[in-house]
């Protein structure tokens, strides 16, 4: 099996952990390009820490840097670095390095929140609704094939058939809903898709927190 060029996953900090594993810059834009096509508002602002392998030794990362810029991606620090040299080549590159010990808190931003965002239709197939700097409350249901995101909480008053991610920019996102049926699920960056949600769960009211060990899943008494 092939090695993703662009790897994306959630690691010690809250903050998604981004892998390149490619020293060719035109390859890794072109990789970067169909991520972010794929999931062009789930990629914008994201918020990553670098991992420092062996491939990045061998490009600019002053260019790098700028090529994630660019699709949206927001590089706050670089972690598993060896050594001083390596240290001083990212902090000439305008590069954070991170020591292993330290907390989210430490690297992330606080945000201030306006008031939320209320949809008081069904979000259909196809949909893609954002709350930047929001809660987001549905009072309807959320259709197969749409996507809700906020850098808040979700709550959904309906069956979350969809894609739902709460916590897109912050550590701070829940998701509620009456009836969980959902294609993709993420909270603070840590995510499960359909097929490995709990089937405790399944159609129940239902809300969803993010902890160090992953999803947790908590029966909510039906309204």
Same mark, same amino acid.
């Given at each position: 099996?092939?090695?993703?060029?662009?790897?994306?996953?959630?690691?010690?900090?809250?903050?998604?952990?981004?892998?390149?594993?490619?020293?060719?810059?035109?390859?890794?834009?072109?990789?970067?390009?169909?991520?972010?096509?794929?999931?062009?508002?789930?990629?914008?602002?994201?918020?990553?820490?670098?991992?420092?392998?062996?491939?990045?030794?061998?490009?600019?990362?002053?260019?790098?840097?700028?090529?994630?810029?660019?699709?949206?991606?927001?590089?706050?620090?670089?972690?598993?670095? !060896?050594?001083? %040299?390596? @240290? /001083?080549? #990212?902090?000439? *590159?305008?590069?954070?390095?991170?020591?292993?010990?330290?907390?989210?808190?430490?690297?992330?931003?606080?945000?201030?929140?306006?008031?939320?965002?209320?949809?008081?239709?069904?979000?259909?197939?196809?949909?893609?609704?954002?709350?930047?700097?929001?809660?987001?409350?549905?009072?309807?249901?959320?259709?197969?094939?749409?996507?809700?995101?906020?850098?808040?909480?979700?709550?959904?008053?309906?069956?979350?058939?969809?894609?739902?991610?709460?916590?897109?920019?912050?550590?701070?996102?829940?998701?509620?809903?009456?009836?969980?049926?959902?294609?993709?699920?993420?909270?603070? !960056?840590?995510? %499960?898709? @359909? /097929?490995? #949600?709990?089937? *405790?769960?399944?159609?129940?009211?239902?809300?969803?927190?993010?902890?160090?060990?992953?999803?947790?899943?908590?029966?909510?008494?039906?309204?």
């Amino acid at each position: 099996m092939a090695t993703d060029i662009i790897e994306l996953k959630t690691g010690q900090f809250s903050a998604i952990a981004l892998t390149i594993n490619s020293s060719s810059l035109t390859t890794i834009k072109r990789a970067l390009s169909r991520k972010v096509k794929s999931s062009s508002i789930f990629f914008k602002d994201m918020s990553v820490v670098l991992s420092f392998t062996p491939s990045l030794e061998k490009i600019n990362l002053v260019t790098l840097k700028s090529h994630l810029t660019e699709y949206g991606i927001n590089v706050i620090g670089v972690t598993d670095w !060896q050594n001083n %040299l390596q @240290k /001083e080549v #990212l902090t000439t *590159a305008g590069l954070v390095p991170l020591g292993q010990t330290l907390q989210s808190s430490d690297i992330l931003p606080e945000y201030r929140y306006i008031p939320p965002l209320i949809l008081e239709r069904d979000i259909e197939n196809g949909e893609v609704i954002y709350a930047k700097s929001q809660d987001l409350l549905i009072y309807g249901d959320v259709k197969e094939g749409a996507e809700i995101l906020a850098d808040g909480n979700i709550h959904v008053y309906g069956r979350l058939q969809g894609k739902a991610t709460a916590g897109v920019n912050t550590n701070n996102g829940v998701i509620y809903t009456q009836s969980l049926e959902a294609e993709f699920i993420s909270v603070n !960056q840590r995510f %499960l898709h @359909k /097929e490995n #949600l709990p089937d *405790a769960y399944w159609l129940q009211p239902v809300r969803i927190i993010s902890e160090k060990s992953g999803l947790i899943f908590q029966p909510l008494l039906k309204s």
